[in-house]
């Protein structure tokens, strides 16, 4: 008999994510902590991008949710200390650390601490910039709101002096008779969200973090915040003065440090640039980086609006050391400029290192403990590249930062497709561990009847996920299509990366999975056409080409409408006439056919990046998937054809996951690439009908003309929204964002979610992704949408709390 209850192991955001939705997808939660308060990391930092929203004011409503929530019995100060049993019923032994503060009893009015002798260490949340006593409170917002004692400080505890702050205590709280408490639990599913920490000291010496102006971002977090150890005034640590040149540099990442890129760098990097700025209007503040790979929603445009609103210098670069001046505590970094191709020097008072974020501490303990395996880089290891929520062991499953690097928005999607997985994995057990409780209904309240069936527009690899998930929960689902067959872009695809597995096989899977499943109907050629009435209770009228009608009564929607490829007509010679310049889909759809004879005549290809993308008179956006399928296909080539000259030219390459470092690192290897700008974009002139050729034209970063014939050329272009969307989004009342997809209701907390209650969102409709994480969002809009689903019924006071509370 499976058991309805979930151990979360770690408090942090993908911690409380999957805490709050289980319990509304009917779960017991135990959330544990090894810190003093939830929070993790995100309750360090000053601001997000890229709205700039202040970090604790978005965060510190779900620490409160999860603090009041009666069906989540949170533990601080406490461990896994082992686990048996299998999953559906496992047996898991915790042992919580003395707070010496009763947690019952605590009002949290900080009189203790006030009393408390002046005898101080640094203090950890603030990254040891700020100071602390031995009875103290993490941070103001720290939840639990109870105080706590450090026994390693305590003149009590060390040599039975003191004890004023049990004196001063009004409410009795202090108990120095607190003993270790071994906690035995029993669950039916464990979730691993134990988060990262961020290298400093463990750093080699060429980046100068052992000198006392150089501080790691996390730091600098600290440094910047209004709530910090400097009360938002930007100081810098060795003599609390304002610094007026202000160095950040990226890619802190190489063989003896950490050998991958940790994908949030550059965002974060360029966020602390502005707003330092902001702040500090007349600071000199410039970013040295090798690379830049900001891949996200929004993530080009803000790196574009630093650089032009904010007068931030970017200097593509490569450091050779940074040294002291031992007189001023001044940073003199030695790099090489990589556009002027000559080695500098520049001097700075502060250096801010965007450092590589590594697994927590304690990773490898807790993998012998739940006897689950890590990978090369000592994070827990996923069972399924395109699952990577399942580690190796069934019923323990990985979200959030625990598995390799990711931000705020992927951390929170990865969360609630946990907790709609876990929903699948226990439906016979839900309520099983809930209390049922009397609450007083509001007279004129409202109470809202859920109709259990979804509807998921779009047939898609992110549609189908969905609907297995859900209705492996019990639910019917519906599946409307416009084409005539299942699968999406996905059809178009010759093999995925970097499993290497056909694409037609995966697909094939799913798809008679979906088929196989008796509460899954599909509707193929067909579209909405009309959606009447609110949550729970949705009219939705449907219609084929054939002109058949159906209405169909729903309680949730899922909007999973994908993108298409951008088809760049009369530009760099695409056209009919010309046959060898061709879309990268194209050459997906060339590599499918088996008859390889088009690649007899053709002797030297030429793929194109960024073709018409991160452009003011393109498309302003890094379309995130097109550098690793580009190169994906280049491998492919030259596995068919070795003795092809493979030339690309790009602008930046955005190989944004640790699974992809091996591709970046052979790039070279396997092709000639060629970096370009938008000054000097390749000049394509035909000068053979027959078979065909090509000359190609451009400057590169040292403003060298390289002039190359070609064959074949592969022009990548942007992914944009499916067609006919506007009218989908008056129907749903919903808006557009200004590149024509979907917007999520709140970047960070709220990202599969619209502002329309019920409605949510998944895959490629919001913006462009891979297929691992439009599975992985998939995942999460059916976990998200399938908390109404469970539910029945909801009050309209509930939905209202719901949106306040960005749950």
């Known amino acids: 008999m499976m058991n309805g209850s979930v151990l979360v192991i770690g408090g942090g955001i993908a911690g409380i994510q999957a805490s709050l939705d289980l319990t509304e997808l009917g779960f017991k939660v135990y959330l544990i902590e090894k810190e003093p308060s939830i929070g993790g990391r995100m309750a360090q930092f000053d601001k997000l991008f890229p709205a700039n929203d202040c970090s604790l004011c978005v965060l510190a409503p779900k620490m409160v949710a999860v603090y009041r929530n009666p069906d989540i019995e949170l533990l601080t100060l406490s461990e896994v200390q082992g686990v048996t049993g299998e999953v559906g019923d496992f047996k898991v032994k915790i042992l919580k650390k003395p707070r010496y503060v009763d947690e019952a009893i605590c009002r949290g009015c900080g009189d203790c601490s006030a009393k408390c002798p002046k005898i101080e260490v640094p203090n950890v949340f603030d990254m040891n910039l700020g100071k602390r006593k031995s009875t103290y409170l993490p941070f103001p917002q720290a939840t639990p709101p109870v105080y706590l004692i450090d026994p390693d400080l305590c003149l009590y505890l060390q040599r039975q002096v003191c004890g004023v702050c049990k004196k001063v205590c009004q409410a009795g709280a202090i108990d120095f008779e607190q003993e270790p408490d071994e906690i035995e639990l029993n669950v039916g599913a464990i979730v ?57 540099i990226s890619c802190i990442m190489s063989e003896e440090d950490a050998p991958y890129c940790s994908r949030v760098c550059c965002m974060y990097t360029t966020k602390n640039a502005v707003n330092t700025k902001i702040s500090s209007e007349n600071s000199e503040i410039t970013v040295f980086r090798h690379n830049i790979r900001v891949f996200g929603k929004n993530f080009y445009e803000y790196t574009k609006n630093a650089n032009e609103d904010y007068e931030i210098e970017f200097i593509h670069s490569v450091i050779s050391k940074i040294e002291e001046d031992q007189d001023t505590n001044d940073l003199i970094i030695h790099y090489d400029d990589l556009k002027a191709d000559e080695s500098k020097k520049f001097h700075a008072n502060l250096v801010v290192l965007s450092a590589p974020l590594v697994p927590s501490s304690g990773t490898e303990n807790l993998a012998k403990i739940l006897d689950i395996e890590l990978d090369n880089y000592n994070f827990f290891k996923e069972r399924s590249y395109f699952n990577n929520s399942l580690s190796s062991r069934d019923g323990i499953f990985l979200s959030g930062l625990c598995k390799g690097p990711m931000n705020i928005s992927e951390t929170v999607i990865n969360s609630s497709g946990v907790a709609g997985q876990i929903a699948a994995l226990l439906s016979s057990a839900k309520y099983s561990e809930i209390k049922e409780r009397e609450i007083d209904v509001l007279p004129k309240e409202n109470i809202i009847n859920i109709t259990p069936t979804t509807l998921i527009i779009g047939g898609g690899v992110s549609g189908m996920t969905a609907a297995l998930n859900i209705s492996k929960q019990g639910f019917e689902t519906y599946i409307i299509e416009k084409e005539n067959k299942l699968g999406g872009i996905l059809n178009n695809i010759y093999q995925l990366n970097p499993t290497q597995q056909k694409a037609s096989e995966f697909l094939n899977t799913i798809i008679n999975e979906v088929y196989d499943c008796k509460t899954i109907h599909v509707l193929l050629h067909s579209q909405v056409r009309e959606i009447n009435g609110s949550i729970g209770n949705y009219l939705v009228k449907t219609g084929d080409n054939n002109g058949n009608l159906h209405n169909l009564n729903i309680g949730v929607i899922i909007v999973a409408t994908g993108s298409q490829e951008f088809k760049p007509k009369r530009l760099f010679q695409y056209n009919e006439e010309n046959q060898n310049v061709i879309t990268l889909l194209e050459l997906e759809q060339k590599l499918k056919n088996e008859d390889r004879s088009w690649l007899d005549n053709v002797n030297h290809i030429t793929t194109i990046l960024c073709v018409n993308s991160r452009q003011i008179d393109g498309f302003p956006y890094c379309s995130n998937v097109c550098c690793n399928n580009a190169l994906k296909n280049i491998n492919i080539l030259k596995e068919l054809k070795p003795e092809l000259e493979m030339l690309v030219y790009y602008r930046d390459l955005h190989t944004v996951k640790t699974e992809f470092e091996d591709i970046f690192n052979e790039q070279n290897t396997i092709a000639n690439c060629l970096r370009y700008n938008l000054n000097n974009i390749p000049e394509i002139i035909k000068v053979k009908k027959t078979p065909e050729k090509y000359r190609i034209k451009v400057h590169d970063d040292l403003d060298n003309v390289i002039d190359q014939e070609t064959d074949l050329i592969v022009l990548v272009t942007p992914l944009i929204p499916s067609p006919n969307l506007k009218e989908l989004a008056e129907m749903l009342n919903v808006p557009l964002d200004e590149n024509g997809f979907f917007p999520e209701a709140h970047e960070k907390l709220r990202p599969l979610d619209f502002v329309t209650n019920g409605v949510f969102i998944c895959g490629s409709a919001e913006f462009p992704k891979n297929i691992q994480d439009s599975i992985v969002q998939a995942q999460g809009a059916a976990g998200r949408a399938s908390r109404f689903l469970s539910r029945k019924q909801i009050s309209t006071t509930k939905l209202e709390y719901l949106s306040s509370l960005l749950s």
Do not use: C
């Not at 920490?197 to 209004?226: D, T």
């Open 192 to 248: 691993v969200s134990t988060g990262f920490k961020m290298l400093g000291e463990e750093l080699s010496s060429k980046w100068g973090y052992q000198f006392k102006n150089v501080v790691n971002a996390l730091e600098y977090e600290r440094i910047i915040s209004s709530s910090g150890p400097f009360g938002g005034n930007i100081l810098r640590p060795s003599d609390e003065q304002e610094p007026k040149k202000i160095a950040f």
